[in-house]
C-alpha cells in the first residue's frame, strides 16, 4: 500500500494527534476520517485480490500436470503476497520435482513449512502447559501451599447460600417437600374355596356351525304346467 503526498500529511498529523492530543480543528477531523475510509477500502480490495489468487491457485492445482506453468507462476506470487503454503502444494511439488521452477518453489515452500510445524506444535505445548503457583512461606515450617480444588455450586440457589455463608448469616431452612400420598392398599379378592366346581367352558363352534353350506336352489320341473290365457 502506498500513500500519496496529501495521504502522507493528514497521517502525519493523525499520528502527532495521538501522541500529543491537542484541539483539532473541523477539516483535520475530516481528512483524518477520509484517510481511514481509503485505507478500509484498500483492505477490501486487497482481501478480494487474494481471495481470486487462491482460487486460481487451487483450480490449477487440482489440474496438474497439465498446468504446472501456470500453477508456478501463481504459486509464486501468492508466496510473495504472504501465502503459507498447504500440504496439497508441497505433494504437488514432490511430484513435479523434475521441472526447474517445481524444484526451486519446493525449496522456497520447505522452511515455510517447518516453521509452520514447528509454531502448531509450540501452540499445543503452550495449551497444554499447566502453571504451577510458586511455593509460599509457611508459619516458620517452610511448607508449600497446596492447590485446593473447590468444587463449583451449580444453580442459582445455591448462590445465596454462598454469599450468607461467606457474611456470616445463617443459613435459610430449606422448605420440606411435600410428601406423596400412599396408595391405598388394595382389597383382597374372594378366595375360591377349595371344594368348588370350576365353571363350564363354553364349547368352541366349529366352522360349519359358524357359517352354514348354502342351500343349493330346487332345479325347475321338466314338464311345467301351461296356463292358457283368456282372449
Do not use: W
Request: with cysteine; aromatic share 4%.
Amino acid at each position: 500500500m502506498a500513500f500519496g503526498a496529501e495521504e502522507l500529511r493528514v497521517l502525519r498529523r493523525a499520528l502527532a494527534l495521538a501522541l500529543n492530543p491537542s484541539p483539532a480543528s473541523a477539516q483535520e477531523v475530516q481528512d483524518c476520517l477520509r484517510l481511514a475510509e481509503s485505507v478500509d477500502e484498500a483492505t477490501r480490495e486487497d482481501a478480494r485480490l487474494r481471495a481470486f489468487l487462491l482460487a486460481d491457485l487451487a483450480r490449477y492445482r487440482a489440474a496438474l500436470p497439465g498446468t504446472v506453468t501456470g500453477y508456478a507462476a501463481l504459486l509464486a506470487q501468492a508466496l510473495d503476497a504472504g501465502y503459507r503454503p498447504h500440504p496439497d502444494d508441497l505433494t504437488a511439488l514432490r511430484a513435479l520435482r523434475g521441472n526447474p521452477a517445481a524444484a526451486a518453489l519446493l525449496e522456497r515452500c520447505r522452511p515455510l513449512a517447518d516453521q509452520d510445524v514447528r509454531a502448531r506444535f509450540a501452540g499445543r505445548a503452550a495449551t497444554s502447559a499447566v502453571v504451577v503457583p510458586a511455593s509460599r512461606s509457611g508459619s516458620g515450617s517452610g511448607a508449600r501451599s497446596r492447590l485446593r480444588l473447590t468444587a463449583l455450586p451449580g444453580g442459582l440457589s445455591d448462590q445465596g447460600t454462598h454469599a450468607r455463608a461467606a457474611a456470616g448469616e445463617p443459613a435459610e431452612p430449606k422448605p420440606a417437600r411435600p410428601s406423596r400420598p400412599a396408595r391405598p392398599a388394595e382389597k383382597p379378592g374372594p378366595v375360591p374355596r377349595p371344594d368348588a366346581p370350576s365353571p363350564a367352558r363354553r364349547p368352541i363352534p366349529t366352522p360349519g356351525e359358524v357359517f352354514p353350506p348354502k342351500r343349493k336352489p330346487a332345479a325347475p320341473p321338466a314338464n311345467p304346467p301351461q296356463q292358457l290365457a283368456a282372449v
